[in-house]
């Protein structure tokens, strides 16, 4: 697709960079990209769903930058279309391309909850939190047709085992009874994902996410019941919305937030390649200002590896964005904090025997 094709409203990639493990072969000599440019070229944009039929659920998470240890993705791949998204990279091992198949071939995990009923069964298995999420929004369009989330979250209350939820889609506000049962026995914390409260930069970034508004709200709606609520301020981009620090911390901590995290923006793989073709045709005038600002926080380039270094970026324009942070959070969110998880329960709940009591 050539700079002067018309921008794909709807969808946030605007081009389909080839699977670096399916349609190319792989060698020691750089991809030219202008070669197979016209390959990326399809014009069918419908969302497809394929099923996959996985033997395990909960992925171990190895990062020493996130501070868990269990993840579970019932979908591959998200309609969100977040032009940013870091978990684009994990399409290619499908076979698919990072860019418009990341948002439209969905991998489906019918057999989830049962997955997950099966391991927390497991006598070897200690509670500890599980992150929903990861390489994928729990709460994606998909959501609506499959119900998967909601189901394993019937099992995480079934075993009283802790969970963690992170979205930028209202549709959680569907299963705020389990929600709250689960935030009574101190099981679950959700973080809603807010990178902007421009609506104008949202329809550009995150094309087929919940509003700003329908987001402001949620936090709201969630903080009422009584479900602890962590709002996650990220990616940061500088020159596009590290303006909007202080104001979207102020705005959040209003409707209950109990903290908010945040992240530096890092385009690694594809991720880079989608992210400029994006930024030329979305924002042309802005383009190179934002391209610049982001390789000024990782050395000179758009991407980041480094343990310690990717999500926080170094530089002075790095600093000034935690700057930022440490006087918004000291401002507004004082002496609030996220309540501990209970991990206490779980290993009475396990037993079917015990659960009769």
């Not at 269990?70 to 990072?98: F, K, V």
């Not at 343990?307 to 004082?334: D, P, W």
Request: hydrophobic residues 40%.
């Amino acid at each position: 697709m050539s700079k002067s094709s018309p921008f794909i409203k709807g969808r946030g990639a605007q081009i389909n960079p080839p699977s670096q493990y399916e349609r190319v072969v792989r060698s020691a000599e750089p991809l030219d990209w202008a070669l197979v440019a016209s390959e990326w070229e399809e014009p069918e944009l419908k969302t497809q769903y394929l099923e996959t039929h996985p033997k395990t659920i909960l992925n171990k998470v190895e990062s020493p930058d996130i501070p868990l240890e269990w993840s579970l993705n019932p979908y591959q791949g998200c309609e969100h279309g977040c032009i940013y998204c870091y978990a684009r990279n994990t399409h290619p091992y499908w076979g698919y391309s990072a860019g418009l198949d990341f948002e439209r071939k969905i991998l489906i995990k019918r057999n989830a909850a049962q997955l997950l009923e099966k391991a927390l069964q497991k006598k070897s298995w200690k509670a500890a939190p599980v992150m929903f999420a990861g390489n994928t929004d729990v709460y994606q369009p998909a959501e609506r047709k499959f119900g998967i989330t909601r189901e394993c979250l019937e099992v995480f209350w079934k075993y009283r085992h802790p969970v963690g939820l992170i979205t930028k889609n209202s549709l959680i506000l569907r299963d705020l009874d389990i929600l709250q049962q689960l935030a009574s026995e101190n099981l679950v914390q959700v973080a809603i994902s807010i990178t902007t409260l421009q609506e104008e930069t949202r329809l550009f970034l995150e094309p087929r996410t919940a509003t700003v508004n329908q987001r402001l709200k949620t936090v709201e709606t969630l903080s009422q019941a009584g479900i602890p609520v962590f709002v996650m301020a990220a990616p940061i981009i500088p020159g596009l919305n590290d303006h909007e620090i202080i104001p979207l911390v102020k705005a959040v901590a209003e409707r209950g937030a109990l903290g908010v995290g945040h992240t530096m923006v890092r385009l690694n793989g594809d991720v880079g390649l989608i992210f400029e073709d994006w930024i030329r045709k979305a924002m042309p005038d802005r383009a190179d200002r934002v391209l610049n600002r982001i390789r000024d926080t990782h050395g000179g380039s758009l991407e980041e590896k480094r343990f310690g270094k990717r999500m926080k970026g170094e530089g002075n324009i790095a600093e000034i964005i935690h700057a930022q942070f440490r006087v918004a959070k000291e401002k507004f969110l004082k002496d609030r904090k996220m309540p501990a998880y209970n991990l206490e329960l779980h290993e009475h709940y396990k037993s079917p025997q015990l659960r009769l009591f």
